[in-house]
């Protein structure tokens, strides 16, 4: 079992910034594969992005390339997902997830409970 709690959500104007946090317990973080997903309110979760354990590679949606960045610190156990030029599109809770790949798609194993970012145009 892996628990996963997000924290750094909150409100910021257009073209502000974020950074999330994702801490996650078990002793083999460095192996996970862990991804961020965010739903908004009436629309279906959607995948954010992931860095894979190995060498740290990451994959982006197309709405947050450029914009976004994920990145790790495996000594605290952490995963974090830099937030910049943030837009009101961009308002939804944050999931961080243990996920794999299932053919072209990342799915969640373990999730957090969600953190909430509200961009105000």
């Known amino acids: 079992q892996v628990q996963l709690v997000e924290s750094g959500g909150g409100w910021v104007q257009a073209g502000g910034s974020l950074r999330l946090s994702c801490a996650a317990s078990?002793?083999?973080?460095?192996?996970?594969?862990m991804g961020w997903f965010r739903q908004a309110p009436g629309k279906e979760r959607e995948f954010v992005g992931t860095?894979?354990?190995?060498?740290?590679?990451?994959y982006y949606a197309d709405s947050v390339k450029g914009r976004f960045t994920i990145s790790r610190d495996n000594a605290k156990n952490t995963v974090y997902l830099q937030m910049n030029s943030l837009k009101p599109e961009d308002t939804a809770k944050y999931y961080c997830a243990v996920v794999h790949l299932e053919g072209s798609t990342w799915l969640g194993d373990y999730w957090g409970q969600g953190t909430q970012v509200t961009v105000s145009s």
């Open positions: 078990g002793r083999t973080f460095s192996r996970y594969n």
């Open positions: 860095i894979v354990w190995i060498q740290g590679i990451t």
